[in-house]
């Protein structure tokens, strides 16, 4: 058989300073300002320069350029009419064109819209009005055309105001813009706090873990059977818990020194994390005691898992410098009655493993003379 070897420490994972960690995401957050920055003001200029295109196509009469007022991330809201009036100067010229003016979607003031209209009626090819409170522009044009009759046409520019959600979702450039920044950040942010986790996850388990076993420590232990009692109580269920105690370790520790010694309970810790079912509670609580928590077995159940580990633990030999160490195990099961605490069901499966210690040892022991549990 092989020889055991020492488990090798843990090497420490590498750890980022707050003073790095501080300068590393002031760079990363400045570079992402200025690559977001550039190409919005891309993405804005490119918008303008295609309304600003649509507005002087209008004013030009120029045919073919779509207005963009129902676009959802527009920035400018252009909106063009057109209408012919009589020749003037007609009585009605100036209500004419004001009644014109003031129908949706122009939403301008009446003063604004008479303005306009009177320079028209007097013979004015072109006049523009602000909006009030500065929110736009309107631009009135008279083109001839025929005898009778003027081509009037209205351009109106307002301020579009588009909200954020709608340009977002309308404009798949600036959507996909949105979540490479969000994925970026995360990616950065991730790698960023995880050494931090893994050494936080690494104290914690060092905390409340036997760092020679590899099971939990007798506190842990003692917390994690109290929650499963609890738990217990509240559904109904059972458990049972074995007392479990090697054999003679003393003399192990004499013949072949307390190295030997640590292997075997680091072999007997492996060995137990691997035969129990996730959800059991196996803790270190002596120097070569042990217990598990079985949650939902009854005690004859228990005592037949408990004789299998007993089979396996004797079959198992330990090579420590060339001598095999053969190791047996002595085992006290109890199970969990309606009148038990923690203490009381332990103290129970200690007394069952004196009893099995004091048959000779190597033996598993789950009734008594005393006290018949489940």
Same mark, same amino acid.
């Given at each position: ?29 400045? &570079? ?65 064109? @004001? ?61 579009? &105001? ?46 409340? @873990? ?28 059972? &458990? ?76 198992? &030999? ?12 002595? @085992? ?43």
């Amino acid at each position: 058989m092989p020889e055991l070897k020492s488990k090798s420490p843990r090497k420490p994972e590498p750890r980022i300073g707050p003073f790095h960690a501080g300068v590393a995401s002031a760079l990363f957050g400045f &570079a992402l300002a200025i690559i977001s920055l550039q190409i919005m003001l891309g993405l804005l200029h490119a918008q303008l320069r295609t309304e600003v295109s649509v507005l002087a196509h209008a004013l030009e009469g120029r045919p073919g350029i779509a207005p963009l007022a129902r676009s959802p991330h527009s920035l400018l809201n252009i909106v063009q009419a057109k209408t012919e009036i009589a020749r003037p100067p007609t009585d009605n010229c100036i209500d004419e064109v @004001t009644g014109w003016l003031g129908l949706p979607p122009r939403h301008s003031t009446e003063a604004t819209d008479r303005m306009l209209a009177s320079a028209v009626c007097q013979g004015a090819d072109f006049k523009a009005a602000a909006l009030p409170a500065g929110e736009g522009l309107t631009i009135l044009l008279a083109k001839d055309a025929g005898s009778q009759t003027v081509r009037l046409e209205a351009v109106t520019m307002r301020h579009a &105001a588009p909200r954020g959600i709608d340009v977002l979702l309308s404009d798949r450039s600036i959507l996909a813009l949105a979540v490479g920044i969000a994925f970026s950040a995360g990616i950065f942010g991730y790698f960023l706090r995880r050494n931090h986790y893994l050494a936080y996850v690494d104290v914690r388990d060092r905390a409340f @873990t036997d760092e020679l076993s590899g099971v939990l420590r007798r506190e842990q232990f003692l917390a994690n059977v109290q929650q499963t009692v609890t738990s217990l109580r509240e559904q109904g269920g059972t &458990a049972s818990v074995l007392a479990i105690d090697l054999d003679h370790f003393k003399s192990i520790n004499d013949r072949f020194g307390h190295a030997a010694g640590d292997e075997v309970i680091r072999g007997f810790g492996r060995l137990l994390s691997t035969a129990v079912r996730d959800g059991d509670v196996v803790g270190r609580v002596g120097g070569e005691e042990f217990m598990i928590m079985l949650p939902n077995l009854p005690k004859y159940i228990a005592a037949e898992v408990a004789d299998r580990l007993r089979k396996q633990m004797a079959a198992h &030999a330990y090579c420590f410098d060339g001598n095999d160490i053969f190791v047996t195990m002595s @085992t006290g099961v109890a199970s969990l009655m309606s009148s038990d605490d923690v203490a009381s069901l332990m103290d129970r499966a200690d007394r069952r493993l004196y009893i099995a210690k004091s048959r000779g040892r190597n033996a598993v022991v789950w009734e008594d003379d005393d006290n018949h549990d489940y």
